[in-house]
C-alpha cells in the first residue's frame, strides 16, 4: 500500500521542437540542457541544468506573448539523477493560474528559457493550431504572465479558523517525549523524518545543525512545493529574520559568499527570496525599511530595492531613472510585477500607489501593455488576495498565531456540508487509491450524505480516473484515505475543511510500530480507522484516539469464468494447456523487499526443480519507475533468477483492473509470501474470484485468510534492515516466511486439486458473506452512528 517518496522519470506527453543548429551550437557552449516534459491540466513539469556541479537554475516558461512564470527548477528527480544529470535537484512542477495555460493553448507552444533574458532551453510544441507570436515591448511580454493574472478572482474575506492546524506548530517531537528546541516545529521534524536521510541530521540540534535543517526544509523540501507557502512557525520566521553582523540568518543560510551587505540585502529581497517562494516571510523588517528608503526627493523617487530591480531585469533597464515619467513607468512594472511578487509592493511608497490605482494610471497601463485585461483598484485587491496579499494592510495572510500556512489564504468553502466527506487518491490506480473508491462504495451502503476529492499529492503512481470528484467543501466529518505519512500535507496545503470537523484517517501500515513521521498525523485527526486488527494493535499503542478496525470490501469482480480465464491466459504466454499456473503479483512502489518476490521465486524453485509443467508469473508494475539502489539490486537477482529458470514468466506493465482480475482467475494458484501487509487485495481478490490462494500467515490478510481459506505459511518475526522499508527505524519487524514449509505447501497445493477446489470455495463464500461493500457497510455505519451521535449531543 506505500511508495517510495520519489518522483517517476518524465515522459513527454507532447512533442518538444527540434532545436535550430544555432541554438543547439550555442546549448554545446552553454552546457544548458532542459525539457518541458509536460502540461497536465494545469501543471507544467520539466527540468533544466548546466553542465558540470552546478546550483538550481532560475529558469522561466514563455508562452507566444511573452513571460508566464519565473521559477527555480531545483525539484529532486532520481532519474535525472539516473542519468547523470547534475545532483538531480533540477527538476520542477507549477500550477498556473487558467488564464496563462489557455494563454499557452492559444499560443501552440510553450517555452523553458535561463532567467533574465536568457537564451531558449526547450520549447513543447502543443500541436494545435495556434495564434502568431506576440510582437510587444520587451517590458509588455516580461509583464505579460502577471498582468494576465488579472482575471476575475473571486473575493473572499472569511478567514479559515485553523485552529486543527495548531499541532503542525507546536514544539511536539516525533521521536522522544523531548520537546524540539527554539525554532524547529512539529511540521519541520515530521518533514525531517519522512524525507531526509536518518544519518542528515542528528538528534543533537546545535546552533549550526538547526541552521542547515532549515536551510534543507526551506530548499531542497520547498523546490518541491513551487507557487505553495511552505509551512513556517512564528518562531522559525523571527529566528531566520534575526541579524547577525547587518544580515539576517537565512540571508547567512542561502548567500553566505555575498561580497558586501548592501548587494546581499537587495541580491536576497529582488531574486534570491522570490525564487525560493520566502519573499513573503524573510525580508526583515529592517532590510525592509532599508531598501524602502527614497535615493532622492523626487516623484516616483527610486529607492534601494527599485534601484536594483532596474539593474537586473533587462526589461526594465531601458528605463531611464532621472526621467520622472521613466520612474512612473517603473513603479507601474513593479506593481505589475507583485501580482507574481506581491512582496514587492513593501516597496512602493503608499502614497504613490493610492495615486496610481485610484487614478486608473494602472488600469491604463494594463490595458496597454495587455489588451483585455483591466485593473481597478478592487480587481487588483482581489488578484493579489488570492495570492494570499492584503492591499489594505500590505500584510500576508497568516494563522491566528501568526504561522505562516498555504492553508491561510486559500478561500473557505461557503456551501452546506455534507455528512461525510473522503479525501484520498481517487484516480490512482494503485492500492491506496482502489482503497479510497471502495470507501465510497460501501458509504453508498449508508444513509449518509457524501462528497468524494482526489488528493494524490505525493503519490507517483499511474492516474486513470475512473470517478467523479470535486472541490473540497464543509462537512461534518472527513475521511481521510491517505497514508499516514500524508495527512499532515494536506492540512498544510488543502483549504482548511478541518477544523471544526471530526476528522478520521484511514491508514495502511505494514510494520509492527508506526514510523516516526506517523505520529504527527496522529495528532491531528480525532480518530484512526484500519482494515485489520493486525493494523489496529500498531496504533493502539501509539495514541490515545480511537482506533476502529472496520474492515475493507473487494471490487465486485465482473462475471469471469474461470476455466475461459485460465484458457485465454496460456494462450497470451504460449502455455501448454497442461501447465500448472502459479500467479504472484506486486508493484514496485510498494517495495521488493516487502513483497518478496524473490522468497517466492526461490520457494518455487525448490518445489519444483524437475516439473516441466509448472509455471510461474510475476505480474509486477512500476519498475522503471523506482530508482532505489537496494531495489535495483533485487530486481539484478529475479533477473537471473528468470533467465536460469524459462519456467518463469515476468509481466511489467499497468493493466486495467479488469486484465489483473482475468489473469487472477486464469492462475491456478495465487502466491503471496509477503513480509507484511497492510490488508492484501491481491489476495481478496483471489478468493472473490475462486483462485485457490497460498499465503504468509502473518499480518493483516489473516482478516480473511485462516486455514479453512488458504494455505498458510508460518513466519518468524525479524527486524526491518534499514534499506529494506520506507521510513524503516530500528526496532520494526515484519514477518520472515518459513522457506522450508512454503516448499512443502506449494508441494501440497500442486497435488492436491480436490483441497484446492475445496478451500478455494470455502474462502470465496467467506468473502463474499464477511467483505462484501454490504457487509463492510454495517460495519462502518456502526461506528459513523456512534460519532454522530456525539456530534449531536455537543
Known amino acids: 500500500m506505500h511508495f517510495e517518496l520519489l518522483l517517476p522519470p518524465k515522459t513527454s506527453l507532447l512533442h518538444t521542437r527540434a532545436a535550430t543548429p544555432a541554438l543547439r551550437l550555442w546549448r554545446r557552449l552553454s552546457g544548458l540542457r532542459g525539457a518541458i516534459d509536460r502540461i497536465e491540466g494545469a501543471t507544467v513539469t520539466g527540468w533544466a541544468a548546466q553542465r558540470g556541479a552546478s546550483p538550481p537554475l532560475t529558469v522561466e516558461l514563455h508562452c507566444a506573448d511573452g513571460r508566464l512564470a519565473t521559477l527555480r527548477a531545483a525539484a529532486y528527480r532520481a532519474d535525472l539523477e539516473g542519468a547523470g544529470i ?8 507549477i500550477a498556473l493560474p487558467p488564464q496563462l495555460i489557455e494563454a499557452v493553448h492559444a499560443g501552440g507552444w510553450i517555452a523553458l528559457r535561463q ?128 541579524e547577525e553582523n547587518g544580515i539576517t540568518r537565512a540571508i547567512g543560510l542561502f548567500d553566505p559568499h555575498a561580497p558586501d551587505r548592501e548587494r546581499a540585502i537587495a541580491h536576497w529581497a529582488t531574486e534570491l527570496a522570490p525564487s525560493l517562494d520566502l519573499a513573503d516571510c524573510l525580508i526583515s523588517e529592517t532590510h525592509r525599511a532599508h531598501l524602502c528608503e527614497p535615493l532622492t526627493s523626487d516623484p516616483f523617487a527610486l529607492n534601494h530595492f527599485t534601484r536594483h530591480l532596474h539593474t537586473t531585469i533587462p526589461a526594465l533597464t531601458a528605463l531611464d531613472p532621472t526621467q520622472s515619467e521613466d520612474r512612473r513607468t517603473l513603479t507601474l512594472a513593479v506593481m505589475a510585477l507583485a501580482l507574481e511578487q506581491p512582496a ?39 488578484t493579489l488576495r488570492a495570492t494570499g496579499f492584503d492591499l489594505d494592510t500590505r500584510s500576508f495572510l497568516r494563522s491566528p498565531e501568526g504561522h505562516r500556512i498555504e492553508a491561510a489564504r486559500l478561500p473557505v468553502p461557503s456551501e452546506a456540508p455534507v455528512d461525510i466527506q473522503i479525501l484520498g487518491p481517487f484516480h490512482k490506480a494503485a ?31 499511474p492516474s486513470r480516473p475512473r470517478i467523479e470528484t470535486g472541490a473540497a467543501r464543509p462537512a461534518r466529518i472527513n475521511l481521510l484515505h491517505l497514508n499516514a505519512e500524508a495527512v499532515p500535507a494536506a492540512l498544510a496545503y488543502e483549504p482548511d475543511i478541518f477544523s471544526g470537523a471530526y476528522t478520521i484517517a484511514y491508514i495502511y501500515w505494514e510494520l509492527d510500530s508506526p514510523a516516526l513521521c506517523h505520529h504527527l498525523a496522529l495528532d491531528l485527526v480525532d480518530e484512526i480507522w484500519v482494515s485489520s486488527e493486525y493494523c489496529a494493535e500498531i496504533y493502539r499503542g501509539a495514541t490515545t484516539k480511537p482506533v476502529t478496525n472496520v474492515g475493507m470490501c473487494f471490487e465486485e469482480p465482473p462475471a469471469i ?8 491466459l496460456h494462450a497470451r504466454l504460449e502455455l501448454p494447456t497442461s501447465a500448472f499456473t502459479l500467479l504472484t503479483s506486486f508493484d514496485s512502489f510498494s517495495f521488493l523487499q516487502r513483497k518478496n518476490p524473490l522468497g517466492t521465486l526461490r520457494a518455487f524453485g525448490a518445489a519444483f526443480p524437475d516439473d516441466p509443467e509448472a509455471r510461474l508469473i510475476l505480474k509486477s508494475q512500476n519498475r522503471a519507475k523506482v530508482r532505489d539502489p537496494a531495489q535495483a539490486a533485487l530486481w539484478a537477482e529475479i533477473d537471473r533468477e528468470i533467465a536460469a529458470d524459462p519456467r518463469i514468466l515476468l509481466l511489467d506493465e499497468t493493466m486495467d483492473y479488469s486484465e489483473v482480475l482475468r489473469l487472477i482467475a486464469g492462475a491456478d494458484g495465487y502466491l503471496s509470501l509477503h513480509r507484511s501487509e497492510g490488508w492484501g487485495f491481491g489476495m481478496l481478490e483471489a478468493m472473490a474470484l475462486g ?16 486455514p479453512q481459506t488458504a494455505w498458510l505459511v508460518p513466519a518468524d518475526l525479524v527486524e526491518v534492515g534499514p534499506q529494506d522499508y520506507i521510513f524503516a527505524r530500528p526496532g520494526q519487524h515484519w514477518g520472515e516466511p518459513d522457506l522450508a514449509v512454503a516448499i512443502e505447501q506449494l508441494r501440497a497445493f500442486r497435488s492436491d486439486p480436490e483441497l484446492r477446489r475445496k478451500k478455494a470455495a470455502q474462502a470465496q463464500i467467506r468473502v463474499r458473506r464477511d467483505f462484501s461493500a454490504s457487509a463492510i457497510a454495517r460495519r462502518y455505519e456502526v461506528r459513523l452512528r456512534e460519532i454522530f451521535d456525539e456530534l449531536d449531543a455537543r
Open 344 to 382: 514587492f509592493l513593501w516597496f512602493v511608497p503608499r502614497t504613490d500607489l493610492d495615486t496610481l490605482l485610484d487614478s486608473g494610471a494602472f488600469s491604463n497601463f494594463a490595458t496597454d501593455l495587455c489588451p483585455g485585461t483591466s485593473a481597478s483598484r478592487s480587481r487588483y485587491g482581489a
Open 115 to 242: 532567467a533574465q533574458a536568457g537564451p531558449e532551453i526547450a520549447r513543447l510544441e502543443l500541436g494545435t493550431e495556434a495564434h502568431a507570436s506576440g510582437k510587444g515591448s520587451p517590458l509588455a511580454r516580461h509583464l505579460f504572465g502577471p498582468l494576465l493574472r488579472l482575471g476575475d478572482p473571486v473575493a473572499h474575506d472569511a478567514r479559515p479558523d485553523l485552529s486543527r492546524h495548531r499541532a503542525l506548530f507546536s514544539n511536539r517531537a516525533a521521536a522522544g517525549p523531548e520537546a524540539l528546541p527554539a525554532p524547529l516545529f512539529a511540521y519541520l521534524d515530521f518533514v525531517r523524518h519522512r524525507d531526509a536521510r536518518p544519518e542528515t541530521f542528528p538528534p543533537e540540534h546545535d546552533a549550526e545543525q538547526i541552521g542547515e535543517l532549515l536551510r534543507w526544509y526551506l530548499d531542497e523540501y520547498g523546490a518541491r512545493r513551487t507557487g505553495l507557502q511552505t509551512p513556517l512557525s512564528r518562531a522559525a520566521i523571527d529566528w531566520l529574520n534575526t
Open 431 to 461: 492500492g491506496l487509491g482502489q482503497s479510497t473508491r471502495l470507501s465510497q462504495a460501501i458509504l453508498g451502503h449508508t444513509p449518509y450524505s457524501l462528497h468524494a476529492v482526489d488528493i494524490a499529492r505525493d503519490n507517483p503512481t
Open 86 to 93: 547534475g545532483t538531480g535537484r533540477h527538476g520542477f512542477s
Open 691 to 706: 483462485t485457490p490462494v497460498l499465503c504468509t500467515g502473518y499480518s493483516g490478510n489473516l482478516e480473511f485468510c485462516d
Open 561 to 568: 469464468e474461470r476455466p475461459e480465464a485460465r484458457h485465454a
